[in-house]
């Protein structure tokens, strides 16, 4: 079983740059750092994290070998790019999808890519979202549960990554679908 978690980077970060990407981010970005270490106590798991100057970057990957590699920064566009492709690339394998972006990201990426998304979605899948209200709300989830998926949404307020309700809530299915 595997699981795909995406979201964005964070402006605090640490002073050393030899740490994996998971931990020179700092700041909020614990919750998603946690939430990957929680669910890798169950599941493979896997960290895609979007940064507008180094792209979709893995987060076991050391910031030190990432600036290295890179001549200029990536920028919006082509991250978004790179998020679309690898979104639809780990779907059809994904037993778990978490999608943590802020709504900006989120339409430019989950939103514009929608109906394929719903088309590669694993079936019997578990699938959580934390977006805006307003990105949550251009999303038709019933195409995605026809596929007995489940689905989790946390309405982001402010820049809370996921709720401690909804992470409970996922962690608790994904137990349950780890030990069936």
């Known amino acids: 079983m595997e699981a795909h978690i995406f979201a964005e980077g964070s402006s605090t ?7 994996p ?19 890798e106590e169950y599941i493979d798991t896997e960290l895609h994290i979007l ?17 290295e590699s890179q001549n200029e920064p990536v920028g919006d566009d082509k991250t978004v790019s790179i998020a679309k492709h690898e979104l639809l ?14 709504a ?8 514009e890519i929608w109906d394929e998304l719903v088309a ?19 999303l038709n989830f019933e195409n995605l549960e026809a596929k007995d998926c489940s689905v989790l949404t946390y309405q982001r307020v402010g820049v809370a990554r996921i709720g401690s309700d909804t992470r409970d809530e996922l962690l608790e299915r994904v137990k349950q679908k780890a030990g069936q």
């Open 13 to 19: 970060t640490a002073d050393d740059n030899n740490l």
């Open 21 to 39: 990407i998971k931990e020179y981010y700092q700041g909020l970005f614990g919750m998603v750092s946690g939430l990957n270490d929680e669910l």
């Open 51 to 67: 940064s507008e100057e180094y792209g979709v970057i893995n987060g076991y990957e050391c910031m030190s070998d990432i600036q």
């Open 89 to 102: 690339r780990v779907a059809e394998n994904a037993d778990v999808m978490v999608i943590l972006l802020s």
């Open 104 to 111: 900006d990201i989120f339409r430019s990426t989950v939103t």
């Open 120 to 138: 590669a979605a694993r079936p019997n899948s578990i699938w959580c979202f934390g977006a805006a209200r307003s990105a949550l709300n251009e």
